[in-house]
Structure formats: C-alpha cells, structure tokens
C-alpha cells in the first residue's frame, strides 16, 4: 500500500468506515458497558465487524478504541488495561486487513471537561492521550482519527500527542458540529473556521468533522471548511439522528440516500468519506460505488 | 449599579472570585437573602440560560456561570435555611440505567439551580429503583430523567411505572429529555413532561411544580 498521506497529497478519493458502537451494540454490547470492554473478552467480533467493512470496499478501517484513553477508561474501572485494549483492537483489525486497507486508530474524548470549565488540567489530559497513542503506535497503526471532539483545546492535545514520538504518522482529525442561527458550532463554541485553524496548527493532516445529524448537514459543514481551508477533508456522516421505533434504534438514512448525497462532499474535494452512527456496511458499499463511479 | 446588579453581571461574566465577596458585601448591606438570590444570582444565571439558547454564548460559558452562581450560593444557603426560604422545589435529576452521558443532565441541573431549584443530582448510570428512593426520601415533587442513547430509554418508562406501582404517579411527577427522546416517546411511557433543551426543561418542570 502506498502510504496514507501520499495519498491524501494526491488528492485521491478514499472510502472510510461505518458505525462501530451501533454495530456492537447489535452483537450483544450492554449498555452502560463500554465498546472497549469487547476488546479483549470478544475479540472476534472486532475481526467480524472490520471484515464486514473491508468486504464493503472501506479504504480506511478504525479500530475500536475511541474510548481507549485512560482517563476515560477509568470511568468504567478499566484504565490499568489500557495498553491491552488499545493493542488488542488493533490487532484485531490488522488481522482482517492485512495491507489491503489502513488500520486507523479512533480516539474520542477523554469525557472529562478541562479547566478552568472543567476540572481536569490540561496536562492530565495530554498524559492520557500520550499512554493511549503510545500503546496505538507500538501496535502498528497506519495513522490515527482523533474524532467527534468538542473542545478544540482537547482535540489539539489529542493531535500533538499521536504526533509527539511519531512526527509522522498521519493524524486526521474532526469535530462534531450544530446548527445553530449564527452558524456550525460545536457544543463547545468552537466555529468550523477555528476548528480548522486549530487542528492543523496542531499538527493533524486532514480535518474534518463527524457525527452529527445527517449527510445533508454534513455536506454544509464540509463546505464551510473547504472555505476556510485547502488542506485534505475527512467527512464521516451519521445516517441521520436515531430514533426508537418499539424498542429498537433506527437511523433513517437509507444507504443509497446516504450516497446520493455524498456526492456532494467528492465534489468538495473531500478526501475520507465515510460514516458513523447508524452506517452499515450498506452504507459503506454504497459509499465505494459512488466514489469508484466518479 | 447596585450590588445585586453586580452579582447578576459577575455570574454573567462567569466570574467566581467577585461573586463570593459582592454576595457578602449584600448580606452585610441587610439586603434580604431571599432579595440577593433572586435579584442578583438567579437574575444573572437567567440571563446565561437564555443566551445560551440562542447560541450566543456555549457550553464552556454556562460552566463557568455556574460555578460562579454556586460560589455566591454556598454565601447565601446558611441564611436562607435559618430564615426558611423554601425553594422553588427540590427536583431528583440523573442519567438512566447503563447511560454513562451526563453533559446534558449536567446543563439541566446547572438551569434548574440557575431557576432556584433544588437539584439532587444522582449521576449517571442510575437504577430506576434508585431515583425513585431518592425522590420519595428526599421529599422530591420532580424526577427529571436523561438517556443519549436510545439502548438505555426504556429504563425511563420503569421508572414511571415504579412510580404508579407504589402510589406515588402524580405525587411525584416525571419529565424525560434527551437526544433520541420525544414528546411522544414521554407520552407512550407515561411520563408527565418532556423537554426538549436544557432552558425548556426548567420552564417545564416549573409548570409541573406550580400545576399542582
């Protein structure tokens, strides 16, 4: 495989990942127990789920880790494994994917609100974004997705620190975005003019957003950052807003929806297209026969 | 401007170190407790509330708002207690059974106080068995319930159903928020309320508490 930021710099088109906590959820995931807890009891099930993607024609597979910080960890008493689960998912998908796709590391938030808001201090932050990378890089990742951050103080930490030891492992990084009358903000306050700004100062090597409520607010945002910046774009779209129908969650998003309006963001120039809440592998498929149709 | 109005501007402003002493510089002033809450606290925590639901101000605001409202609360709790001020209300807040969110129970608490509620605030991941014992021991007439995921709504329905099952349906009253939760997903459960944001919760659960 020819490396990830070459071709990102070329201006390619690659296909990300679908949703991994809806599917978890599908295979038995409690709720209230958290996605990385499946990592070292189930790890067949990762396999399965990165199978499924990578049959669905993902360019780009994350793995599931976006819990996987210690800080967060320890919100369900988990943080003394944090290497074992940060190891283990990525080796579970590097076991579907082989060098047929980029085995990329999710990290989320830490869940903690940082001073003076909050009250955990920056450098607590860093130090467990720093223990959560290491672990991610020494296991072979082919570049890191710092995702669906709010803060941009948080989401910057989260960059320099896959960036501290390994200056060039890729770093894509997005934010999650409102509506709101004034424009896209996060619940932070954070414009997707900053947010750009930010996180490439940082050091990520894409930006973008996900999460969110659906591809045709996501198409608006991708627009808003392709304004403010030439940099690459990653754009990873819900399949709209879950609702419970008896019992069950349902995204309305139908895969050939979802595509339809993606073509949007190919259009945009974007970069990584993919999905996340309530994307499936019907979604993904979708996704990879509008971009190889370009 | 008036101390009151300067501690309604300094929550405003998010700032905790001036509330504390313009809160005491009120007090010593003999401007009544209940006055200072209403007038100064309550007064700014409003203006935060509304701004923040129209986007002009964030998250990261409200926090720190509060922290500044609740600066000048610890000055001013002792004093309403010996002249027993009754709040609006005492009001049981939490995230349901197997939900780990918080940030949106957490800005509902934070308006609730803002409103001159008191809040009991269980955390998240709460049994229901818990908030309903929590409700019945302290003498709560709201249980405010909260669910991110659609996985962990049903935990508010038996919640309800705890509620009528040991006679307490309309003693105690219930409302329901959340991303996936919707007025009509309150109604199928039973609950009393829904509210759809944080500041819509507060008028809601207001008119729960006064419709009695």
Do not use: W
């Not at chain 2, 401007?31 to 935060?48: F, N």
């Amino acid at each position: 495989m020819r490396p990830l930021l070459a071709r990102l710099a070329a201006g390619e088109r690659l296909v990300g990942d679908g949703a991994m906590g809806t599917m978890l959820f599908q295979r038995g995931l409690e709720p209230g127990r958290p996605p990385e807890s499946i990592t070292l009891s189930h790890p067949g099930v990762l396999e399965e789920i990165a199978r499924l993607y990578l049959d669905a024609g993902s360019d780009i597979l994350q793995t599931n880790t976006f819990g996987g910080s210690p800080l967060k960890l320890a919100l369900h008493g988990l943080d003394a494994e944090t290497e074992a689960i940060n190891r283990e998912a990525v080796r579970a998908v590097r076991r579907v994917a082989g060098d047929r796709a980029y085995v990329c590391a999710s990290c989320g938030p830490s869940g903690r609100l940082l001073e003076p808001y909050g009250d955990v201090s920056a450098a607590a932050v860093y130090e467990s974004f720093r223990r959560q990378m290491a672990a991610l890089l020494a296991a072979g990742v082919d570049g890191v997705i710092v995702e669906t951050m709010t803060d941009l103080a948080e989401a910057k930490l989260a960059v320099r620190a896959a960036k501290e030891d390994s200056p060039g492992i890729p770093v894509l990084a997005t934010m999650t975005f409102d509506a709101t009358p004034r424009g896209f903000f996060t619940i932070m306050g954070v414009s997707v003019e900053a947010a750009a700004a930010g996180l490439l100062e940082a050091g990520a090597d894409a930006v973008g957003s996900n999460c969110g409520s659906g591809i045709e607010q996501m198409v608006q945002v991708a627009r808003e950052f392709r304004r403010h910046t030439a940099a690459p774009l990653v754009i990873q779209a819900n399949a709209g807003l879950p609702r419970a129908v008896d019992g069950r969650t349902v995204y309305d998003e139908t895969p050939a929806f979802f595509a339809d309006r993606a073509r949007d963001l190919a259009e945009l120039g974007v970069s990584v297209i993919g999905g996340c809440c309530g994307t499936t592998p019907g979604h993904i498929a979708a996704l990879r026969a509008m971009v190889d149709g370009l | 401007m008036t101390v009151l109005a300067e501690i309604a501007d300094a929550v405003i402003q998010g700032d905790g170190p001036r509330v504390a002493p313009l809160t005491k510089q009120a007090i010593a002033a003999g401007i009544p407790p209940k006055e200072i809450l209403d007038d100064g606290l309550i007064a700014g925590m409003t203006v935060v509330g509304d701004r923040f639901r129209v986007h002009e101000i964030f998250l990261p605001d409200v926090l720190l708002a509060a922290k500044a409202m609740y600066a000048g609360m610890d000055e001013l709790k002792p004093l309403l207690v010996r002249d027993g001020i009754p709040s609006l209300g005492k009001v049981v807040i939490g995230s349901v059974r197997g939900d780990l969110h918080d940030i949106g129970k957490n800005l509902v608490g934070i308006m609730l106080k803002g409103a001159g509620f008191e809040v009991v605030d269980l955390g998240h991941d709460v049994a229901p068995e818990r908030m309903v014992q929590a409700a019945r021991e302290g003498g709560a007439t709201v249980i405010g319930m909260s669910a991110l995921l659609t996985t962990t709504m049903p935990a508010m329905r038996e919640v309800v159903e705890l509620l009528r099952v040991q006679g307490q349906g309309g003693t105690i009253r219930t409302i329901v928020g959340g991303a996936p939760v919707t007025e009509a997903f309150a109604r199928e459960i039973g609950a009393d309320a829904y509210g759809f944001d944080a500041g819509n919760a507060v008028d809601v659960v207001k008119t729960l508490v006064g419709g009695r």
